[in-house]
């Protein structure tokens, strides 16, 4: 009991610490748009911060976050997909909103209707390339829509943009996924399956199932659900241990590598998809290998095997520590609780401030090493939300953002 207390502790001093970072910084913190940035990271950070510590400056902070969010840079283009973008463009930050109104901090429905057909013709037109990204996008712009209140318009819409998706899908023989798309030439990527969580066909799995349990509209998703699911389990590394899914393969040649930990790609990303197709067709199969996945990658607490070198969300400790947590609640698995833990030190020694870098090693960049961060897919929020999930007793859907 102790020990349990001590942890809570440690990791309630690293709360404060990281709110301090953010306040103290905040009107320095760029301005932009997108859900996974800087200002819509700061935000559910304070937020979530109010909500577990009742702080009533925590909440005037907050309505500071909120013009930050909405003064950001709203104005988009769709010659420049980045703006338009669930990651860091306006639909992102339409979702900000529909999540605050939900909460009941904003009021923004109205302002918001004009973004449904901006997601639509983002959609079209990243569709049309060959793009089903889910964070940079058709699949953001159709998440964002299955995010919404369902009404009659909003159901359709969803249809449409379903149906467009199986038409562009491989779909052989019980085979069904999305080609890859390659960003550097901008084209698919042909007969590959990515496996990544952040731009691949499971996050698409990820969406269809929740558009599942929307309505009885979208009943017939089942089968393709399944499909897709078991594309992706007969992916599963035959010659390669040290992970049980690598970060992309052709359905034809099954190529196979080992991938780090993390939510972006690997095993943990392919085990959430999988959970949450289970979940909400009811599939047990799918279910148990999504435990089976959580438990393998449970067992690798080296940082240096796991290939783990900063602090956030994405592809780091944080990340780690948020993604056991989370199901070692589904499970009770103590095998996650402890792998929890692990990364929860590993996170909070990491993002200790240093003389360069006030949010500490939260970031790592391939080029320029490590950087401050203040979002919340690599920065500090993102660390202080998956921080607040270890010791608040209310679960929120923040992380909604991120396919869980």
Wanted: with cysteine.
């Amino acid at each position: 009991m102790k020990n349990i207390d001590n942890k809570r502790e440690m990791i309630t001093d690293s709360i404060h610490h990281i709110y301090k970072v953010i306040t103290n910084s905040l009107k320095y913190i760029n301005k932009d748009s997108g859900a996974l940035l800087n200002s819509s990271g700061c935000c559910l950070f304070l937020y979530h911060y109010y909500k577990c510590f009742g702080d009533e400056e925590a909440k005037k902070l907050l309505n500071e976050a909120l013009k930050i969010v909405l003064e950001g840079e709203m104005k988009y283009s769709y010659d420049k997909p980045s703006s338009v973008s669930f990651c860091s463009g306006i639909i992102g930050t339409g979702w900000i909103t529909m999540y605050l109104n939900k909460e009941g901090v904003t009021d923004f429905d109205d302002e918001m209707s004009d973004l449904d057909d901006i997601a639509v013709n983002f959609f079209n037109q990243s569709l049309n390339k060959g793009n089903y990204d889910f964070l940079h996008g058709a699949g953001g712009a159709l998440f964002y829509m299955a995010s919404k209140k369902m009404n009659e318009k909003v159901i359709t819409y969803i249809k449409e943009m379903v149906n467009s998706l199986l038409n562009v899908a491989v779909n052989e023989n019980e085979v069904f996924f999305w080609e890859a798309f390659d960003f550097e030439t901008e084209k698919k990527q042909n007969r590959v399956l990515n496996l990544g969580l952040s731009h691949g066909t499971p996050a698409l799995l990820v969406i269809f199932s929740k558009i599942y349990t929307l309505s009885e509209d979208f009943a017939y998703l089942k089968e393709t659900i399944e499909n897709c699911a078991n594309t992706i389990i007969r992916a599963k590394n035959v010659k390669v241990k040290e992970s049980m899914y690598s970060y992309s393969t052709n359905i034809d040649t099954k190529t196979e590598e080992c991938t780090r930990l993390g939510w972006c790609y690997g095993d943990l990303g392919v085990g959430i998809s999988l959970w949450q197709a289970g979940v909400s067709i009811n599939n047990s199969l799918f279910v148990n290998h999504a435990v089976e996945i959580f438990e393998s990658a449970s067992l690798r607490t080296n940082v240096k095997e796991a290939q783990v070198k900063d602090g956030a969300l994405c592809h780091g400790a944080a990340g780690l520590a948020y993604i056991f947590h989370k199901y070692y609640l589904e499970t009770k698995s103590d095998k996650l609780l402890i792998a929890s833990d692990y990364w929860v030190d590993v996170a909070m020694d990491l993002i200790k401030p240093s003389s360069k870098l006030l949010t500490g090693k939260t970031r790592w960049h391939s080029v320029n090493g490590y950087l401050d961060s203040f979002s919340l897919l690599e920065g500090i929020s993102g660390v202080g939300l998956s921080f607040l999930s270890r010791i608040s007793s209310e679960r929120s859907e923040w992380d909604n953002c991120l396919l869980m």
